[in-house]
């Protein structure tokens, strides 16, 4: 079985719409996938019903955008398969808001570095749910400031530290977001831990028994991470899932549908999880 567990679409930063990412999925003989926008349902519910139509399992999923406070850096985690989503949607809304009132100021700061409308980075996000770094890197391609989306623009703008466009969002503490998928009745594992140095983070969680499972296989991480994440899936008895982390033409490095996947064993066993975790 093939099985892609972490894919966007344009319902966040992805560039590829819902229905071409099911597409795609069925020509490359995707078995099952998850939409796993961030911070939002709503690709991933529309997938589900279109994937029925064309024979590919979708799951639901949303990557929830968090910080570790104790280590002050972000991380991100997967939930997959809520029971109760609605138990979710107040904190989502407020990460998007949050969100929403700090690309409106890196949009106004790259419009006075850079002559375009603001409307081109609107129309570019037209259909997401919010406007994302990747929307802005766009209008600038398209209006000639920008050859690439994470080239030397996108680093003067959103380095981190130095970015001239940067603005601070406001995410929910890390430990706050886990309780919040067991209560919504789904499955909590960690996104890429090695993307944002949360390797210590992730040990954490796992002795804890607060996470469910880590994502195994993801373009980030190395041969070291995986290793270090395989002992600790072992050592924790922790599910091992795997994913594209896909964004299409709004990727870093060219990464096709299925180039990451889950182990079909480890699939049925985060399935099994979702059914004991909703049953609590």
Do not use: W
């Not at 409106?104 to 129309?123: A, D, F, G, L, N």
């Not at 960690?190 to 195994?216: F, Q, W």
């Not at 980030?220 to 050592?235: G, Y």
């Not at 299409?248 to 066993?269: C, D, I, N, V, W």
Request: proline share 4%.
């Amino acid at each position: 079985m093939i099985i892609d567990l972490h894919c966007h679409t344009k319902m966040s930063d992805g560039a590829t719409g819902i229905n071409e990412l099911i597409e795609i999925a069925k020509l490359r003989q995707i078995d099952a996938l998850a939409v796993t926008d961030h911070d939002t349902f709503a690709g991933s519910n529309r997938a589900v019903v279109i994937g029925k139509r064309n024979g590919v399992e979708v799951i639901p999923g949303v990557e929830i955008s968090a910080y570790d406070h104790q280590r002050k850096r972000k991380v991100h985690v997967l939930c997959y398969c809520p029971k109760n989503q609605d138990r979710l949607e107040g904190t989502l809304k407020r990460i998007s808001d949050s969100r929403k009132a700090a690309m409106s100021i890196s949009v106004q700061k790259v419009v006075r570095m850079y002559h375009m409308p603001v409307e081109m980075v609107i129309t570019r996000a037209n259909g997401s749910t919010n406007i994302y770094k990747q929307h802005i890197m766009h209008a600038l391609m398209d209006a000639g400031y920008a050859c690439e989306i994470f080239g030397d623009v996108f680093q003067k703008l959103f380095h981190p530290r130095f970015g001239l466009a940067q603005s601070k969002i406001a995410y929910p503490d890390v430990m706050d977001i886990i309780n919040d998928i067991h209560s919504a009745g789904g499955v909590a594992v960690i996104a890429h831990p090695s993307a944002y140095d949360s390797m210590a983070l992730t040990e954490e969680l796992c002795e804890k028994k607060l996470v469910e499972g880590i994502e195994l296989h993801h373009p980030r991480n190395t041969p070291e991470d995986r290793k270090t994440i395989e002992e600790l899936a072992e050592k924790y008895n922790m599910v091992l899932t795997g994913g594209t982390d896909f964004h299409g033409g709004y990727s870093k490095k060219p990464a096709p549908l299925g180039s990451f996947t889950t182990a079909g064993e480890q699939f049925t066993l985060l399935k099994k999880i979702h059914v004991q975790e909703a049953v609590r």
